[in-house]
């Protein structure tokens, strides 16, 4: 009986730990985010809505190879393969269809080139018979479009512009002037490429007739030199970069007639000095429309254009004492049957809907507010319905909107807290959501426009399992007052085992540049995971968005004209001065870190903020704004010339001799964006100076730093120095 008793004992005993155990939490370990990828999440990839309403079509690989399948958006279910790159013997990573959906264009073996460049080989299928005609004998084209009418593609190669028909396979060449470093057409340049978001640069008319392109001119923009290692003599890639104050590429627009052979130049007025960032077919065949902006960006011009003759007319024209940015203003939609335009703009101090007619005239303001539309998701033009993504609700949130085109009947579709991606089909019938916040991975979903759900896409149940027997800190959002009474947003990652009567020392994570956010609730992904290992090793991690982010309307954005640093700075340091009076922080112990505008934020913060940054890391970072382009450095600082205080009043390199902390310099010596320049002057001016600093250079990285084993040993890297100086 005693022995029953004590055998029921010992089994309670063991259940009891092994139920007490089986509770216990792992912590995140480095290997678990850059090695296992155990947080990495999934997502619906490919999606394109099909011209019918009816069906999308998506990207998906099995064992087998790519496929393109097409979705019946009631069912949910897969109804047919439309492309299938295992039968056709081709490894493709992505497809487009023409508009009638009678062919598509599917891209193999691309090889990127710079951050949205790249060249590959290019296969147009026949999706009534599934076969696929290869263009160019297999060699590497960029920019490969389908014409309107099916009959034809267009690409750039070597600088110059093409077209081939598909029926005999005749090429045509557009342009014959293309050279490297010289002159380029079709395409942009690298400055373009980087600050105007674009890469490729020609289009085709509504009717296939005319292909209307941008030709750049960079004869005499200086060159940048840029070793590459690896090699017993390392060789130089030389590129055209144009740095703040130097030449830009001269730039122009041209309109090619298929029919004619003829090519006639776009009037786009006298002054050369100018940036051509966008051309649009309006919807006629004959009338172009481009944007022209000047050297400082304080004004932007929408002209119209005779495709036929190349002459054009004023039709709006936005200025500001400041700048206008068009990336943060670049949705423009032409309305059928000259009913004229919808554009965004910040001209009444928050980027709002503006409605104009044909000739320009404003019609409405359509959403107002002291709130920002983030993304004009689509515009219904039959039942005269706007679709928008906007911060209403919070300038850390992202919420999906409905309003009319008389601005009247707004409603919330995606109200969950946290932030929403819309991919709306083409009938504008239903749409597909992405939604993340701060605690939740990724949920795509497809609803109808009413804002009903028809349909969970992929939620990523196993990943919201896995993270579940994690011991994950919260991320806590909190605002605090600076001294002048500006509120500032951020938030914080405690320790799972967080403890009040303990003091931290606490890493700063900081971006800060114009229009940018760090403090936002969505899902954050590696960099998170790397935050999440240090709160459990002990430390807390805290990001604040300075004066000059976005989401809070022009004023909180444009303080920072022609003084970039010293407001973002600033706030950094209240931040941190904040953080030093609660109760469970180490005041001795607070540093920063950021990359490339973060990079020079967090060094020039450890300089002139000696006193309340103990260590810093900069990865990539900028040391001096006059290294940087022109297209992004003049539109916050004006030109060198115009400005030379603004370029070095705040330079890393200009605040050496008040280094006092733990300083860590990383960079790629392959940063085609950020120069290892930057890093090779801050050096050594530091050396000079008699600063005793730590370095690591990457060969042949560029900006983002990876490839191979590159991003394990960076974040063990800088994992060390953090637990050491900090």
Same mark, same amino acid.
């Given at each position: 009986?005693? $022995?029953?008793?004590?055998?029921?004992?010992?089994?309670?005993?063991?259940?009891?730990?092994?139920?007490?155990?089986?509770?216990?939490?792992?912590?995140?370990?480095?290997?678990?985010?850059?090695?296992?990828?155990?947080?990495?999440?999934?997502?619906?990839?490919?999606?394109?809505?099909?011209?019918?309403?009816?069906?999308?079509?998506?990207?998906?690989?099995?064992?087998?190879?790519?496929?393109?399948?097409?979705?019946?958006?009631?069912?949910?279910?897969?109804?047919?393969?439309?492309?299938?790159?295992?039968?056709?013997?081709?490894?493709? /990573? /992505? *497809?487009?269809?023409?508009?009638?959906?009678?062919?598509?264009?599917?891209?193999?073996?691309?090889?990127?080139?710079?951050?949205?460049?790249? +060249?590959?080989?290019?296969?147009?299928? &026949?999706?009534?018979?599934?076969?696929? $005609? @290869?263009?160019?004998?297999?060699? +590497?084209?960029?920019?490969?479009?389908?014409?309107?009418?099916?009959?034809?593609?267009?690409?750039?190669?070597?600088?110059?512009?093409?077209?081939?028909?598909?029926?005999?396979?005749?090429?045509?060449?557009?342009?014959?002037?293309?050279?490297?470093?010289?002159?380029?057409?079709?395409?942009?340049?690298?400055?373009?490429?980087?600050?105007?978001?674009?890469?490729?640069?020609?289009?085709?008319?509504?009717?296939?007739?005319?292909?209307?392109?941008?030709?750049?001119?960079?004869?005499?923009?200086?060159?940048?030199?840029? $070793?590459?290692?690896?090699?017993?003599?390392?060789?130089?890639?030389?590129?055209?970069?144009?740095?703040?104050?130097?030449?830009?590429?001269?730039?122009?627009?041209?309109?090619? !007639?298929?029919? =004619?052979?003829?090519?006639?130049?776009?009037?786009?007025?006298?002054?050369?000095?100018?940036?051509?960032?966008?051309?649009?077919?309006?919807?006629?065949? !004959?009338?172009?429309?481009?944007?022209?902006?000047?050297?400082?960006?304080? @004004?932007?011009?929408?002209?119209?254009?005779?495709?036929?003759?190349?002459?054009?007319?004023?039709?709006?024209?936005?200025?500001?004492?400041?700048?206008?940015?068009?990336?943060?203003?670049?949705?423009?939609?032409?309305?059928?049957?000259?009913?004229?335009?919808?554009?965004?703009?910040?001209?009444?101090?928050?980027?709002?809907?503006?409605?104009?007619?044909?000739?320009?005239?404003?019609?409405? @303001?359509?959403?107002?507010?002291?709130? %920002?539309?983030?993304?004009?998701?689509?515009?219904?033009?039959?039942?005269?319905?706007?679709?928008?993504?906007?911060?209403?609700?919070?300038?850390?949130?992202?919420?999906?909107?409905?309003?009319?085109?008389?601005?009247?009947?707004?409603?919330?579709?995606?109200?969950?807290?946290?932030?929403?991606?819309?991919?709306?089909?083409?009938?504008?019938?239903?749409?597909?959501? &992405?939604?993340?916040?701060?605690?939740?991975?990724?949920?795509?979903?497809?609803?109808?426009?009413?804002?009903?759900?028809?349909?969970?896409?992929?939620?990523?149940?196993?990943?919201?399992?896995?993270?579940?027997?994690?011991?994950?800190?919260?991320?806590?959002?909190?605002?605090?007052?600076?001294?002048?009474?500006?509120?500032?947003?951020?938030?914080?990652?405690?320790?799972?085992?967080?403890?009040?009567?303990?003091?931290?020392?606490?890493?700063?994570?900081?971006?800060?540049?114009?229009? =940018?956010?760090?403090?936002?609730? /969505?899902?954050?992904?590696?960099?998170?995971?790397?935050? $999440?290992?240090?709160?459990?090793?002990?430390?807390?991690?805290?990001?604040?968005?300075?004066?000059?982010?976005?989401?809070?309307?022009?004023?909180?954005?444009?303080?920072?004209?022609?003084?970039?640093?010293?407001?973002?700075?600033?706030?950094?340091?209240?931040?941190?001065? *904040?953080?030093?009076?609660?109760?469970?922080?180490?005041?001795?112990?607070?540093?920063?870190?950021?990359? =490339?505008?973060?990079? *020079?934020?967090?060094?020039?913060?450890?300089?002139?903020?000696?006193?309340?940054?103990?260590?810093?890391?900069?990865?990539?970072?900028?040391?001096?704004?006059?290294?940087?382009?022109?297209?992004?450095?003049?539109?916050?600082?004006?030109?060198? @010339?115009?400005?030379?205080?603004?370029?070095?009043?705040?330079?890393?390199?200009?605040?050496?001799?008040?280094?006092?902390?733990?300083?860590?310099?990383?960079?790629?010596?392959?940063?085609?964006?950020?120069?290892?320049?930057?890093?090779?002057?801050?050096?050594?001016?530091?050396?000079?100076?008699?600063?005793?600093? %730590?370095?690591?250079?990457?060969?042949?990285?560029?900006?983002?730093?990876?490839?191979?084993?590159?991003?394990?040993?960076?974040?063990?890297?800088?994992? !060390?120095?953090?637990?050491?100086?900090?």
């Amino acid at each position: 009986m005693r $022995q029953t008793r004590l055998a029921a004992m010992i089994f309670m005993l063991l259940f009891s730990m092994g139920e007490a155990f089986s509770q216990i939490k792992k912590h995140v370990t480095l290997e678990d985010v850059f090695k296992s990828d155990v947080f990495s999440q999934k997502a619906v990839y490919g999606i394109n809505w099909m011209r019918d309403g009816k069906y999308y079509s998506s990207l998906r690989r099995d064992v087998t190879g790519p496929k393109v399948v097409k979705v019946n958006v009631a069912s949910g279910e897969e109804e047919a393969v439309l492309i299938d790159g295992g039968a056709l013997g081709i490894n493709f /990573s /992505s *497809y487009a269809f023409n508009p009638d959906e009678s062919k598509a264009l599917i891209a193999s073996d691309v090889e990127s080139i710079y951050r949205r460049s790249s +060249k590959g080989v290019f296969h147009v299928v &026949d999706l009534a018979d599934g076969k696929a $005609q @290869q263009l160019m004998d297999g060699e +590497k084209i960029m920019y490969a479009t389908l014409s309107p009418d099916n009959d034809k593609v267009a690409f750039v190669k070597d600088n110059d512009l093409y077209y081939v028909n598909l029926a005999d396979n005749a090429v045509t060449r557009v342009t014959t002037d293309g050279e490297w470093n010289k002159i380029i057409n079709g395409a942009a340049d690298w400055v373009y490429e980087e600050e105007f978001s674009m890469s490729k640069a020609f289009e085709w008319s509504p009717d296939g007739n005319k292909i209307a392109f941008i030709r750049f001119d960079e004869t005499e923009v200086p060159e940048f030199n840029m $070793q590459t290692w690896g090699k017993l003599y390392p060789e130089d890639y030389k590129f055209k970069y144009p740095k703040a104050g130097e030449k830009n590429a001269l730039v122009s627009i041209h309109v090619h !007639d298929l029919g =004619s052979s003829n090519t006639v130049k776009v009037n786009a007025g006298d002054e050369e000095d100018i940036y051509l960032p966008r051309i649009y077919w309006t919807g006629k065949t !004959d009338n172009l429309a481009f944007l022209r902006m000047n050297r400082l960006q304080n @004004q932007l011009d929408l002209f119209y254009t005779n495709a036929n003759t190349g002459e054009s007319k004023l039709v709006l024209q936005e200025k500001s004492d400041t700048y206008v940015d068009l990336n943060y203003n670049d949705d423009l939609r032409f309305l059928a049957e000259d009913k004229g335009f919808i554009r965004t703009s910040e001209q009444d101090g928050f980027k709002h809907i503006y409605h104009h007619d044909n000739n320009g005239k404003l019609i409405r @303001q359509v959403t107002k507010g002291k709130w %920002e539309v983030t993304n004009l998701v689509a515009v219904d033009e039959k039942a005269k319905k706007l679709y928008y993504i906007s911060t209403e609700q919070s300038p850390m949130e992202r919420n999906f909107y409905m309003v009319g085109m008389d601005g009247k009947n707004k409603k919330l579709l995606g109200a969950e807290k946290g932030t929403y991606r819309i991919n709306m089909s083409k009938d504008k019938k239903y749409y597909i959501a &992405d939604f993340t916040n701060s605690a939740t991975p990724l949920k795509v979903t497809l609803h109808e426009t009413s804002g009903k759900e028809v349909k969970v896409l992929e939620d990523n149940q196993k990943l919201r399992e896995n993270i579940g027997t994690y011991a994950l800190g919260t991320k806590e959002f909190f605002e605090f007052e600076t001294a002048d009474g500006t509120m500032l947003n951020g938030y914080m990652l405690k320790p799972d085992n967080f403890d009040e009567s303990k003091e931290y020392p606490v890493l700063m994570y900081v971006y800060g540049g114009p229009g =940018s956010q760090t403090v936002t609730n /969505s899902w954050g992904g590696s960099r998170d995971f790397w935050h $999440q290992h240090l709160a459990q090793e002990g430390f807390l991690v805290v990001s604040i968005d300075n004066r000059g982010t976005g989401a809070r309307g022009r004023d909180f954005k444009h303080v920072t004209y022609a003084n970039l640093g010293k407001y973002e700075v600033e706030d950094q340091m209240e931040g941190a001065k *904040y953080l030093a009076k609660l109760p469970y922080v180490d005041a001795a112990r607070i540093g920063i870190w950021g990359w =490339s505008y973060g990079g *020079y934020m967090s060094s020039l913060g450890l300089m002139v903020g000696n006193d309340v940054f103990k260590t810093a890391i900069a990865v990539a970072p900028v040391t001096t704004w006059r290294y940087y382009d022109t297209i992004y450095t003049e539109r916050y600082l004006k030109t060198p @010339q115009l400005n030379a205080a603004g370029y070095d009043e705040n330079s890393p390199i200009t605040h050496v001799n008040k280094l006092k902390g733990n300083l860590m310099l990383i960079h790629g010596t392959g940063d085609d964006n950020v120069h290892f320049q930057n890093a090779v002057d801050l050096a050594d001016a530091l050396i000079k100076a008699d600063k005793q600093f %730590e370095t690591m250079f990457y060969p042949n990285r560029n900006h983002g730093i990876y490839g191979g084993n590159t991003t394990w040993h960076l974040y063990s890297l800088m994992t !060390d120095f953090i637990k050491r100086k900090l």
